[in-house]
């Protein structure tokens, strides 16, 4: 998800709330260079990735550049209906049917004495997802001990990283390369003063199956970051989907509201 601090680094680019709660296109004086803006995104230094708005991943600087052009635009996606839908050129981006009875992922053991943390987290987790939507997470533990972005055999793998606290953990959405298709925790993400490792799990996980922050709806009134969505339920502030320093009602827990898995069941009836 999960940047467990302020988004204030996105207000010279995004949209600031009205009295009323509206949006409205930031003044000139306080929009970012494109430049500025990538330098207030985090570079992972393996992966070459870059994360933005806590834990959104442009593959390339190219990638991160369209979604600057789309911030200072002011583009504001339609509500058509909380859980909306990540979209790209028309079309939602998701799994087919069979490929989402198939989400096969391995959880490295490079996570030492975090590791049946995370094993126990991610089954909890991807069992709130598949009680709501016909999706399947399948745990190949077999490969747990060579389990990296190069592993075959699954289709993702869930590994540790170094980002020094930049964020709690990021994840990817069906349309990532197998190489950046990683849900990737900071050791941040293990302190006492953390959201529980559960709450984080199920917010990343939702954007695995293609789901994105609810707070890019105009109804936040903050924190917008594209209109490359679809509504899918009405706009809901609490859900795990939802960044609780976003104007949203929920709080760190990050469970799944009625509206997640309306919405999650829509998508995969």
């Known amino acids: 998800m999960l940047k467990f601090r302020s988004m204030a680094f996105l207000a010279g680019v995004t949209l600031l709330g009205t009295a009323c709660g509206g949006p409205e296109t930031a003044e000139p004086s306080q929009t970012l260079t494109f430049e500025e803006f990538k330098a207030k995104a985090y570079q992972e230094p393996e992966s070459g990735v ?8 442009a593959e390339t600087e190219q990638e991160l550049r369209e979604v600057y052009e789309s911030l200072v635009a002011g583009e504001i996606g339609q509500v058509q209906g909380g859980l909306a839908v990540y979209t790209s050129g028309g079309s939602d981006v998701k799994w087919t049917a069979s490929e989402a009875l198939n989400l096969t992922y391995c959880v490295s053991t490079k996570f030492g004495g975090n590791y049946n943390a995370v094993v126990k987290s991610m089954t909890t987790a991807t069992g709130a997802w598949e009680g709501a939507a016909k999706v399947n997470f399948i745990h190949d533990s ?7 972005s190069r592993t075959k055999g699954v289709v993702f793998d869930v590994s540790p990283v170094n980002a020094g606290g930049q964020y709690l953990a990021r994840a990817f959405f069906p349309n990532s390369s ?3 298709r990683n849900i990737l925790i900071d050791g941040s993400s293990f302190s006492p003063t953390a959201p529980g490792l559960d709450g984080i799990l199920r917010h990343e996980l939702g954007h695995t199956i293609g789901f994105r922050h609810e707070h890019t709806r105009p109804e936040a009134g903050v924190c917008y970051e594209d209109n490359n969505w679809r509504a899918l339920t009405p706009y809901d502030s609490s859900s795990v989907m939802h960044y609780p320093q976003c104007n949203g009602t929920n709080s ?3 469970t799944l509201t009625n509206l997640d898995k309306q919405g999650a069941g829509i998508l995969y009836p």
């Open 178 to 180: 197998r190489r950046n």
């Open 252 to 254: 760190w827990s990050l």
């Open 142 to 148: 077999s490969l747990d001990s060579n389990c990296n």
């Open 50 to 57: 870059f994360v933005y708005s806590g834990d959104q991943m």
